[in-house]
Structure formats: structure tokens, C-alpha cells
């Protein structure tokens, strides 16, 4: 019988009133718990007990409390990585191992902003009246509504969070319905790090119900929302209409651009990383690999070589590099998609569901597909699945208008040995992050988002603080 969740509201458990739903392990394709869905008078709770947090105390707490609190928070996480990691693997489906060190990785976002809350400090502008001092401050908006996506609930639901809360907003947030549960554990961490009650609480639910309501709620002062790009233009919508601030984090269709005098092993091996890591189920996905026409067949046999060896399965397993797809939808989606490429590209590698003792579970092998137009479905939509599509070009200038022929601009990456077409490129790639002979680094010290439909805003770095803050000038007449 599986465990029936609560919601968590001014730092208590409370059973959900309405309907709930099941949320399933992607690996056994068993359930793993009922979930409420919140329902418009539950979310109402939620953003009540926030603001009166906000209202009540949390808004006149000192700089130095929050620092406190969100290190206090930091060390919870890491001293308890290898549950949360756990509950993430069994509730998403990646490897134990990764979501771990993501919750390690994850304390370390926190504490970077526990060292923030105590430096926002303001000016002291020198006006051309005299007599006069002008100064600003910066203030926290009040309450923040952070909905957070499935595909690495931890870290995304803390991205949010640990900026929000150093700023000194209260929040609620909203878990995606897919994978629900580290987040619930992490209310108790919250708890047990002192935060006051209310100034951090979670409905679950859906989001045409529970997220609507949150996102539509007139006592919201800020959203911040992660996922897909649909979705995102949404919420968007919603928060347009109230005239209040958006942060959006969405998906991506990113290019990695290799070209011949790079390191091709590491490419290789890195352009297999990038798309493989979490089945594919991340938005920084090197899901589009250009490969200069010269070295396209020799490089296409070491990826191949690499992603034909990597582990898939039991996510469990200590040596399991790569688990299922999150539910059966994406799973017929994914299918769906390398299906749409069977006629018009080649299927280099995969491409088929896993059966035998995988059977019950979603999953997809590393799947490479070369032959790849810029025009198919496969190189434009975001798949989110361990697709790598492989598109050919002559030329820097035929590779750099490749990158860019798409809407989304989250991410691009170049493989050269050439110093200066290395920053060419870098400077060319319309995307918030370009890296150079590497793929997927993200640090909480360096701003992440995207151009284009990839978003609005960034995380990570001072820049991330400026959406849960406004800013006050005070001019003072001196006589
Ligand atoms: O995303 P949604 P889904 C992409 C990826 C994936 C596709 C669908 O391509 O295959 O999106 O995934 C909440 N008002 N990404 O359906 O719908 C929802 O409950 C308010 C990329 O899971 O965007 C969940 O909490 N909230 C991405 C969150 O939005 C609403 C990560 C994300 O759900 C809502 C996830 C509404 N009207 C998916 N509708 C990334 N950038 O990494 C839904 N939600």
C-alpha cells in the first residue's frame, strides 16, 4: 500500500481535502505514493500562511539570520545526500550515484546564497541638487511561487529557493506531479534548519489545477518557474495579467559544434555526456551535435563507441550511468520522436524500448542518429530523451547559422583548438551559456538561463537575487 503525502503549510503537515493522484517509480513502473491535489482554497492556505510569515517577522529578519539559516540548510542537505538521493532515484529514475552528488553539488548553491544575504547592499548616488543625500535599499517583494519541474526536483526546487529566501521573501512551492517527493523531504529539512513556519510551504498537486491557482493567486508577488517552454509561455501569460515579476527557466535544443582540429576523443566523449547524462531529461542537453563533413565518419564511430557502452539500467546500481525515462508518456514520446526521424535519417545506435529485465520499467538505450537536416522534427522540438541527433556541416560560418536556426538559446558548446575561432563562435552562439571544449558545467558563482524561447532571467550568481528584489530611493533634504 503505498504512503499517502501531506502538504506542508505554516510548518505543518496537513492531508490534502481533494482528489489525489499516484505518483509512480519509473524504474518498476510500481506506485510509490498518493499525492494531493491541491486544490484553489488549499493553495490559498499556502500563500495566506506566507505572507503572514513575510508580514509577521521574516521581512525585518537581519541579514545575518537568513545567512544563518540557509547554511544551516546547506549542511542538512549535504549531511543528507545519500537519502535524498534515494528518494530522487526512486522517484525520477537517476542513477543513485548522480542524484547524490547533485544534493552535494545542490548544499553548495545554498551556501553561495547564505553568503549573498548579508551584501545586497545599495548606493549612495550623488545627485546635482546639494542638500539633498539619495540612497536605495533593496527590499524583498514579499511572496515568491516557485514551480519546479521533475527532472532534478532538488536542485531546481533549491535554485529558487536559496536566492529567494537570502533576499528575504517567504514562498510556496509547487512540485511537479511526476516526481513530488524530495521536495516533501526537504520541507522537513527546512524545518530542522529553524526557518520560521510559513516562511517555506508546498502543495503538491497538478499543474492545471494546483499550479494555475498558485501561479493565478492575487497574493503572489514574484513566480519563478522552470520547465517546459509551453507551459512557461503560460505562466507568463498569468503573470502578465497581475503586472507582477517572471523568471523562467525552459527548455532547449542545444548545439555542440565540433570541429576537425579539436580533441576528438574528449569531444566524443563529452558530446555522449552531455546528451546521455539523465537519459537526456535536461535542458542543457547537447541534443543537436554538428560535426565538421571532414572528420564527420571517424568522429561518428568514437561517439558511437562511447554511447554503446554506457550502463544502462537498475538506477540503484552503484555502476548504473543511465536509468529509465520518467513515465510511459515520455517514454511513447520519445519513441515517437526517433520514430519521425526512421525514414528521412539513419538510426546509428538504439532507438528501441529495453525489454527482458528492463521491461517494466521506461526505458531507451543511448540513441544516435545521424543524417540529421536542421529541418526534421528531430533537430527543432526539445525531446527530452537520450536522442543525440548528428547534423553535418562544411564550414564555421554553415555550423555557427546551424546553432542558431532554432528558437531556443539555453545552451551551445564549441570543440577547437583554434584560440581565436573558439571565441569567434563562443561570441557567435545565441545562448545564455557557450562552453568551450566541455559541456554541462553550471556553478552557483555563474549566471544560467536563456536567450530566445530558453527564458527570462538567470540563476546562479548576484543576477539571480535581482527578481525576488525591488528597489526603494530615498531622498533625505539635508538643512
Ligand atoms: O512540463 P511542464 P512536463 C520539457 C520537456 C518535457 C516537456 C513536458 O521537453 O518533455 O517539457 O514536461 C507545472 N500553471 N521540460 O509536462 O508542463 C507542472 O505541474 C502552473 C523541460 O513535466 O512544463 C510542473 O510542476 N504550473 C524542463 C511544472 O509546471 C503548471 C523541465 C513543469 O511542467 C501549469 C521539465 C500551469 N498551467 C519539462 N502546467 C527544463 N527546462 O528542464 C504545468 N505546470
Not at 179 to 206: H, K, Q
Request: net charge negative; hydrophobic share 45%; proline share 5%.
Amino acid at each position: 500500500m503505498a504512503t499517502t503525502t501531506k502538504h506542508f503549510v505554516a510548518g505543518e503537515w496537513r492531508a490534502g481535502a481533494g482528489a489525489s493522484m499516484t505518483d509512480v517509480n519509473p524504474t518498476s513502473g510500481k506506485p510509490l505514493a498518493e499525492f494531493p491535489i491541491g486544490t484553489a482554497e488549499e493553495v490559498d492556505g499556502a500563500v495566506r500562511a506566507a505572507r503572514a510569515a513575510f508580514e509577521g517577522g521574516w521581512r525585518d529578519a537581519t541579514p545575518n539570520v537568513r545567512r544563518k539559516l540557509l547554511l544551516k540548510l546547506a549542511q542538512l542537505v549535504a549531511d543528507n545526500a545519500q537519502e535524498l538521493g534515494r528518494i530522487a532515484t526512486d522517484d525520477m529514475g537517476m542513477p543513485w550515484a548522480f542524484t547524490m552528488g547533485e544534493a552535494i553539488f545542490t548544499a553548495e548553491y545554498v551556501e553561495y546564497y547564505a553568503g549573498w544575504a548579508d551584501k545586497l547592499d545599495g548606493a549612495t548616488i550623488p545627485l546635482s541638487a546639494s542638500n539633498t543625500l539619495d540612497y536605495t535599499v533593496h527590499e524583498p517583494r514579499g511572496v515568491v511561487a516557485a514551480i519546479v519541474p521533475w527532472n532534478a526536483p532538488l536542485s531546481l526546487a533549491l535554485w529558487r529557493a536559496a536566492p529567494a529566501l537570502a533576499a528575504g521573501n517567504a514562498m510556496v512551492i509547487k512540485p511537479s506531479e511526476l516526481a513530488p517527493l524530495p521536495i516533501l523531504r526537504l520541507m522537513d529539512l527546512i524545518a530542522e534548519a529553524g526557518f520560521p513556519p510559513g516562511v517555506v510551504n508546498c502543495v503538491t498537486g497538478s499543474g492545471s489545477e494546483t499550479g494555475a491557482s498558485l501561479v493565478d493567486h492575487p497574493g503572489v508577488d514574484v513566480v519563478a518557474f522552470t520547465g517546459s517552454t509551453t507551459t512557461g509561455r503560460r505562466v507568463a501569460e498569468a503573470a502578465g495579467r497581475r503586472l507582477i515579476p517572471v523568471s523562467l527557466e525552459l527548455g532547449g535544443k542545444s548545439a555542440n559544434v565540433v570541429f576537425a582540429d579539436a580533441d576528438l576523443d574528449a569531444a566524443a566523449v563529452q558530446a555522449c555526456v552531455g546528451c546521455f547524462v539523465n537519459t537526456g531529461q535536461q535542458c542543457i542537453a547537447g541534443s543537436r551535435l554538428l560535426v565538421e563533413r571532414s572528420i564527420h565518419d571517424a568522429f561518428m564511430e568514437k561517439v558511437t563507441a562511447f554511447a554503446r557502452g554506457f550502463a544502462v539500467g537498475d538506477p540503484m546500481q552503484p555502476t548504473t550511468q543511465m536509468g529509465p525515462l520518467i513515465s510511459e508518456r515520455q517514454l511513447d514520446r520519445v519513441l515517437d520522436f526517433i520514430g519521425s526521424a526512421k525514414t528521412d535519417a539513419n538510426i546509428a545506435l538504439g532507438g528501441e524500448r529495453l525489454g527482458g529485465d528492463l521491461a517494466d520499467g521506461y526505458f531507451v538505450p543511448p540513441t544516435v542518429v545521424t543524417g540529421v537536416r536542421n529541418d526534421m522534427r528531430i533537430a527543432r522540438e526539445e525531446i527530452f530523451g537520450p536522442v543525440l541527433s548528428v547534423i553535418p556541416f562544411a564550414d564555421e560560418a554553415e555550423a555557427i547559422a546551424i546553432a542558431n536556426d532554432t528558437d531556443y538559446g539555453l545552451a551551445g558548446g564549441v570543440w577547437t583548438n583554434d584560440l581565436s575561432r573558439a571565441h569567434r563562435v563562443a561570441r557567435a552562439i545565441q545562448a545564455g551559456t557557450v562552453w568551450v571544449n566541455s559541456w554541462l558545467a553550471v556553478n552557483p558563482q555563474a549566471p544560467f538561463g536563456g536567450y530566445k524561447s530558453s527564458g527570462i532571467g538567470r540563476e546562479g550568481g548576484r543576477e539571480a537575487i535581482d527578481v525576488y528584489l525591488q528597489t526603494k530611493n530615498v531622498y533625505v533634504q539635508l538643512h
